[in-house]
């Protein structure tokens, strides 16, 4: 089955040239990281859906240029290096980006997907078991480009994460029920569809490692799919779903998890035509994790 749906600054007397460059080029990078801002917003049976897409993740401290303290508490990298143990980031982090499902009459009770917290889960202590081909120059390289940053630590430099979305004021339970795939198939109207990306990284061009999540909203249903795609170019694949569904007036949600991985060795050629193609190959790997839980939405009184 193919699941993409139809998709305060100081002053001085004579400002140096270089100074006038700092102002400039800052303000410049201002303008455009507010310029960046998209939010869209839909609603199902009583839940408002938001989904925000905004600018990556920068490489510098902007409120070091700027001296601005207000900035310095709000500083996205400053939080990044805080909260996280990774000595290496992705390439591209949207840290603003967010998908989120919230009831609209009780905002403690939701479910989001962050790039913070699926980078939480990507093991920051140890090497990934990835170790022939080509994969083992790119460790080699990254490992050599950390430690000329003063970085040491090993840690799962594909960027893996188990990242099942941030759930707020639902219990959670197992279930063995399942999401309805005959619904999921139905050409019924699309009244709102989004999707935002919250990391992605190209390892040193030896493949790729990026997440996303999108929403699709039907009269009766909505889908939502986050997936983490993982290729090392030549030695494997790996793709980490999560699927959450749920139906009006049901009183819950269901997520299904599953993780799937294989070898290229383990695949035929002809699977291999899709390998640049998350969407159409996931079925043809082999799932080696799964697990299913229910979001019960809490009832008042």
Same mark, same amino acid.
């Given at each position: 089955?193919?699941?993409?749906?139809?998709? +305060?600054?100081?002053?001085?007397?004579?400002?140096?040239?270089?100074?006038?460059?700092?102002?400039?080029?800052?303000?410049?990078?201002?303008?455009?990281?507010? =310029? $960046?801002?998209?939010?869209?917003?839909?609603?199902?049976?009583?839940?408002?859906?938001?989904?925000?897409?905004?600018?990556?993740?920068?490489?510098?401290?902007?409120?070091?240029?700027?001296?601005?303290?207000?900035?310095?508490?709000?500083?996205?990298?400053? #939080?990044?290096? &805080?909260? %996280?143990?990774?000595?290496?980031?992705?390439?591209?982090? *949207?840290?603003?980006?967010?998908?989120?499902?919230?009831?609209?009459?009780?905002?403690? /009770?939701?479910?989001?997907?962050?790039?913070?917290?699926?980078?939480?889960?990507?093991? $920051? &202590?140890? %090497?990934?078991?990835?170790?022939? +081909?080509?994969?083992?120059?790119?460790?080699?390289?990254?490992?050599?480009?950390?430690?000329?940053?003063?970085?040491? =630590?090993?840690?799962?430099?594909?960027?893996?994460?188990?990242?099942? +979305?941030?759930? #707020? +004021?639902?219990?959670? #339970?197992?279930?063995? #029920?399942?999401?309805?795939?005959?619904?999921?198939?139905?050409?019924?109207?699309?009244? *709102?569809?989004?999707?935002?990306?919250?990391?992605?990284?190209? %390892?040193?061009?030896?493949?790729?490692?990026?997440?996303?999540?999108?929403?699709?909203?039907?009269?009766?249903?909505?889908?939502?799919?986050?997936?983490?795609?993982?290729? /090392?170019?030549?030695?494997?694949?790996?793709?980490?779903?999560?699927?959450?569904?749920?139906?009006?007036?049901?009183?819950? *949600?269901?997520?299904?998890?599953?993780?799937?991985?294989?070898?290229?060795?383990?695949?035929?050629?002809? /699977?291999?035509?899709?390998? %640049?193609?998350?969407?159409?190959?996931?079925?043809?790997?082999?799932?080696?994790?799964?697990?299913?839980?229910?979001?019960?939405?809490?009832?008042?009184?």
């Amino acid at each position: 089955m193919h699941e993409d749906a139809p998709g +305060g600054k100081s002053r001085t007397n004579e400002p140096t040239s270089t100074s006038r460059f700092v102002k400039n080029n800052t303000a410049v990078t201002s303008k455009v990281l507010n =310029s $960046a801002f998209v939010e869209e917003t839909g609603y199902f049976d009583g839940f408002i859906i938001r989904a925000i897409r905004d600018h990556i993740l920068s490489s510098v401290c902007h409120h070091e240029t700027t001296k601005d303290v207000s900035s310095s508490e709000n500083c996205k990298v400053c #939080e990044y290096r &805080a909260k %996280l143990s990774l000595p290496h980031l992705p390439d591209m982090v *949207f840290p603003n980006n967010v998908l989120m499902i919230q009831d609209i009459s009780r905002p403690n /009770v939701k479910i989001f997907f962050n790039a913070l917290d699926a980078l939480r889960m990507v093991d $920051a &202590a140890s %090497l990934p078991e990835v170790q022939v +081909g080509p994969s083992v120059v790119w460790q080699q390289s990254r490992i050599g480009a950390t430690a000329a940053r003063q970085f040491s =630590s090993p840690f799962d430099w594909t960027y893996s994460t188990d990242y099942q +979305g941030t759930v #707020e +004021g639902f219990k959670v #339970e197992p279930t063995a #029920e399942a999401i309805d795939m005959d619904k999921l198939m139905r050409r019924d109207p699309i009244y *709102f569809y989004s999707q935002v990306a919250l990391y992605e990284d190209e %390892l040193a061009d030896h493949g790729c490692a990026q997440l996303n999540v999108r929403i699709r909203v039907m009269p009766t249903c909505f889908f939502l799919l986050s997936r983490f795609y993982l290729r /090392v170019d030549g030695v494997m694949l790996r793709i980490c779903d999560t699927r959450l569904y749920g139906e009006n007036n049901s009183g819950y *949600f269901i997520r299904e998890w599953s993780k799937r991985e294989a070898k290229y060795t383990e695949l035929s050629s002809s /699977v291999l035509e899709y390998v %640049l193609e998350p969407s159409a190959i996931w079925q043809h790997i082999p799932i080696v994790d799964s697990n299913r839980t229910k979001l019960i939405i809490p009832v008042d009184g």
